[in-house]
Each structure stands twice: as C-alpha cells, then as structure tokens.
C-alpha cells in the first residue's frame, strides 16, 4: 500500500467515527429520558415548560422531568412519593432531565411533581 491509500483510509475512518459522534450528540433528551427508566410509560404529565414521564416495573415506579426545549441549564426537578412513605427527589440545574426517581410502591398509590423554570405539575395520588 503506498502512503496515498492509507491516508485515505484513515480520512475515511475519521469521517465514519465524526459522523457516529455527531449522531450521538445529536439525539434528543428524551431519548436519554426514555432509557434511564426501566418498565413501561404508564403516564406524561405535562405543563408549560416540560413534561413528567412515569414508569412502572414489578411494583417500582420511576419517573423523569423533561423540559419542552434542551437550551442551557436550568433549574429542574422530579419528585415521587408513594403513599405513606416519604418522597424520593431529584433537584438541580440540568440540560436535560431531572431524574430518574425511582420508588417501591407495590400496590400503593403515588404522588408526583415535577418542574422545570417557573412552570410545574403536581399529580395527586394516582396509579392506584
């Protein structure tokens, strides 16, 4: 092989691994959201600024606060309480998401919130 090909091929690779970064970089948050909870979507509660997306797994509840738009850091948080226990949260400033919260319910009824900025949601007790 003379000098020309193997540059070639390592421009081409470069190319390759840039690209696959890039596609990486590029997904959006609630693509991460989606992937730290484990179980299925059993609810979004959404409100001005972003949404709370709720998971549930052999008795386990989990949730995650997603803003409308990915822009800086802002403040965030997310917040589950299974009846008669106290809450478990997530509070900071984030890019993306607040969370996972993840709680035992079994078969209690939960209560979540979440906020990003100056906009929230507070669920009352559901899934019961």
């Not at 600024?49 to 997603?66: E, L, M, P």
């Not at 948080?77 to 993306?96: E, I, K, N």
């Not at 607040?98 to 507070?122: D, E």
Request: proline letters at 5%; aromatic letters at 4%.
């Amino acid at each position: 092989m003379d000098s020309g090909a193997i540059r070639r091929r390592l421009a081409l690779g470069m190319a390759v691994l840039t690209a696959s970064g890039l596609l990486a970089v590029a997904s959006p948050g609630s693509a991460q959201a989606a992937e730290s909870c484990s179980g299925r979507k059993v609810r979004t509660l959404p409100f001005s600024t972003g949404s709370v997306r709720v998971y549930r797994h052999d008795g386990y509840v989990c949730a995650v606060t997603v803003p409308k738009t990915v822009s800086g850091r802002k403040p965030m948080s997310v917040s589950v309480q299974a009846r008669g226990l106290r809450p478990a949260a997530d509070v900071g400033r984030y890019t993306h998401h607040a969370g996972p919260v993840t709680v035992h319910a079994g078969h209690r009824c939960v209560w979540l919130r979440g906020s990003v900025g100056t906009g929230s949601v507070s669920s009352g007790w559901i899934l019961c």
